[in-house]
């Protein structure tokens, strides 16, 4: 059998029924009104409007809470302030909760970014575009990281397999590393050896190129006319690298190519100035030297030949 309580509607305290007709029941401390169930059995706890929650909440801070149950794939909670929505918690479209088929939703509400932060500070951010951004609040990309620094003391990326070894990183002074594993084909590039030449080559904007041969990659093919003239202006040089210690290395200098006309081969900086050379298009200026060095030995053989037959 159920029991009802039919309060008084007058007083200061106890339970109080605003008024016999509207179905509306408090609870009181203080003259003020703690706690109110309306006629739709909707809840207000500080509030006398809970309005379309089931369970509205107003604390101190002006926050309130509603826990509503009309949504089709279950409830969903509302957190607002000053009418002023802040997140949605649930199954509804622009909410936190469960997306149905056995899965996990977290939704940014509207065309706002969702913030994710700690100790009082924006960590990372997922725009209305889904760009997600890392130690940023700026995005330009699917995916971007700002690193904590400058200098070659942190990282801006850190990549390690199961086994804990170095794969993949960036230091935020711009070094890249490549890792150390050995493992099988999935080696990192160091210990992945082969035979064949290089072939990439970075440009002036740190972009990385693969370098090709091929005639279909190629226009206005033509016979080179530099030649043994050419090559015998070069000065082959041996040099200290500032960078690589004591080792000693052989090779040009790219000004010196670039002052002998040899541009095709120089690679140039953003400032225009000549910064490195392509050392295999080389091969194409001594193929061509040799080649006129294998005439000219030809030519003195044939005249040997003719002097040694009239003598």
């Known amino acids: 059998m159920t029991s009802t309580i039919n309060a008084s509607s007058t007083g200061s ?119 997600v951004s890392i130690g940023s609040t700026g995005g330009g990309a699917r995916l971007r990281l700002n690193g904590i620094g400058t200098t070659s003391a942190t990282y801006a990326t850190l990549t390690y397999n199961s086994s804990n070894v170095a794969l993949l990183s960036v230091r935020n002074d711009g070094a890249i590393f490549t890792g150390t594993s050995t493992s099988g084909l999935a080696a990192c590039p160091y210990n992945n050896t082969t035979a064949a030449a290089a072939n990439m080559t970075v440009g002036t904007s740190g972009d990385l190129q693969r370098s090709t041969s091929s005639l279909k990659y190629k226009t206005d093919v033509q016979d080179a006319t530099h030649g043994l003239v050419d090559a015998l202006k070069l000065r082959a040089v041996t040099y200290k690298g500032k960078n690589d210690g004591e080792t000693i290395f052989g090779g040009l200098i790219a000004e010196e190519v670039h002052e002998a006309g040899l541009t095709e081969f120089v690679q140039y900086a953003e400032d225009g100035s000549p910064d490195a050379l392509a050392y295999g298009n080389m091969v194409s200026l001594c193929i061509k030297a040799i080649q006129e060095q294998q005439a000219l030995i030809t030519q003195l053989q044939t005249d040997v030949a003719a002097l040694k037959a009239g003598a």
């Open 13 to 131: 305290g106890g339970i109080v029924q605003t008024a016999d007709a509207s179905g509306i029941l408090q609870l009181q401390t203080n003259g003020t009104a703690a706690v109110t169930i309306d006629a739709s059995q909707n809840m207000g706890l500080g509030t006398t409007s809970p309005g379309s929650a089931r369970l509205a909440i107003d604390t101190t801070a002006g926050i309130i809470t509603g826990f509503n149950s009309t949504n089709a794939n279950g409830g969903y909670i509302t957190v607002a302030t000053s009418g002023t929505v802040i997140a949605d918690l649930g199954t509804a479209t622009n909410c936190f909760g469960s997306g149905g088929n056995d899965t996990f939703a977290i939704n940014g509400r509207g065309a706002r970014s969702l913030l994710f932060g700690t100790n009082n500070a924006e960590r990372m951010r997922i725009d209305s575009s889904g760009d």
